[in-house]
């Protein structure tokens, strides 16, 4: 037969205290003398007291749960950045809630509608590609929770954001590629909606610009999907002559274009260079091994998650936003190494 949970009056009976006494001192408040702490820090572990985080959530209108919201669960750097959410949380007694958007707009809605009822103590998001009106995350602000973003952040919010330096580490892929001797080289673009797309197709256009090469708009697509980048290889095979290097938004597409390539017997990297950006699991593994971007999701999420319990916890209002940059770094693999520096 289960038996009913130890409470903090079972803990009072014992000891003949008051049962806020019992509940100032697990809290280890200084009013309560050392001795008294520890009995009651004596009987609580006897009683195998554990606390209701429930009943303290409802009480102090939220709960010691951080909600997540992420695009899509199934990326690499997105797991890698749960796992480092994840490890702050629990040294911290949080819980963690991971929500999926499956990159929609009104599915990301939904996610901070469940989580706003669910009195989370603040919130983590990486807005999804479809987003493009961020009211539903002012209600966040609204309601008096924390929220930060992490790798894609609403354009106009002044919220804490870790972000990649995109620009940069799209400008070092780039200069890459020029320096294995491409001059043709075409960027399969995330959406320009986000500042993740647009900021990396800022660094691809800069390297081009700096090494004057000039662009071409049948260059630069919106490809960011394997499906998308290889239906696009199989395009410019059609319609141009292949480029010498394609430069892809993510490790994903750049797969999708390695496949078409293949297929059509084209050489990598000999004929065509590739590479990707965010360094997935199977950027080592895939033959030829891709070159890419590092993005550190694990550090991403450790620095979003002290940033939003630094929020969490502050008795101060009002204080400016914080922006944190981690930096990407250029990992050259087989797709792009022609054996030149």
């Known amino acids: ?23 100032r001192a697990l809290k280890n408040n200084p009013e309560i003398s050392l001795e008294t702490r520890q009995h009651v820090a004596e009987v609580a572990a006897r009683l195998d ?8 959530g ?4 939220q709960s010691a749960t951080i909600g997540v919201i992420i695009p899509e669960i199934v990326h690499y750097f997105f797991s ?12 911290e007694g949080y819980t ?8 929609k707009s009104d599915r990301e809605a939904n996610n901070v509608r469940t989580l706003l009822a669910h009195q ?4 983590l998001v990486s807005v999804s590609k479809e987003t493009a009106g961020f009211s539903h995350l002012e209600e966040v602000d609204k309601n008096g929770v924390p929220l930060v973003f992490f790798d894609r952040a609403a354009p106009g919010m002044a919220k804490d954001q870790v972000i990649n330096d995109n620009r940069e580490s799209a400008c070092r892929v780039t200069r890459h590629l020029i320096q294995q001797g491409c001059s043709r080289i075409v960027h399969f673009a995330g959406p320009q909606n986000l500042s993740i797309g647009k900021e990396r197709k800022e660094g691809y256009l800069h390297a081009l610009s700096e090494a004057g090469i000039a662009f071409r708009e049948e260059w630069c697509t919106v490809a960011d999907t394997f499906d998308k ?11 141009l002559n292949l480029p010498d290097a394609i430069f892809c938004n993510n490790d994903l597409t750049a797969l999708g274009a390695m496949k078409a390539l293949r297929q059509l017997g084209v050489a990598i990297p000999g004929e065509v260079a590739v590479a990707g950006f965010s360094n997935g699991i199977f950027s080592e593994i895939s033959d030829p091994s891709l070159t890419t971007v590092d993005q550190h999701g ?25 922006t944190m940059v981690v930096r990407g770094d250029l990992i050259i693999r087989d797709t792009s190494s022609r054996g030149s520096v």
């Open 120 to 123: 989370v103590a603040g919130i």
């Open 298 to 322: 694990y550090d991403m999420g450790v620095q979003a998650t002290r940033l939003l319990l630094k929020r969490i916890n502050s008795q101060k209002e009002g204080e400016p936003p914080v």
């Open 80 to 91: 890698q950045v749960i796992s480092g959410i994840e490890e702050v949380a629990y040294n």
């Open 96 to 103: 963690v809630m991971i929500c999926q958007s499956n990159e």
């Open 49 to 56: 007291y554990r606390p209701n985080i429930v009943a303290r």
């Open 58 to 61: 409802l009480k102090q209108r």
């Open 1 to 23: 037969m289960k038996t009913a949970p130890v409470t903090i009056k079972d803990i009072a009976r014992q000891l003949k205290i008051s049962p806020s006494t019992v509940s």
């Open 229 to 239: 980048a290889y239906q696009e290889v199989m395009r410019l095979h059609q319609v």
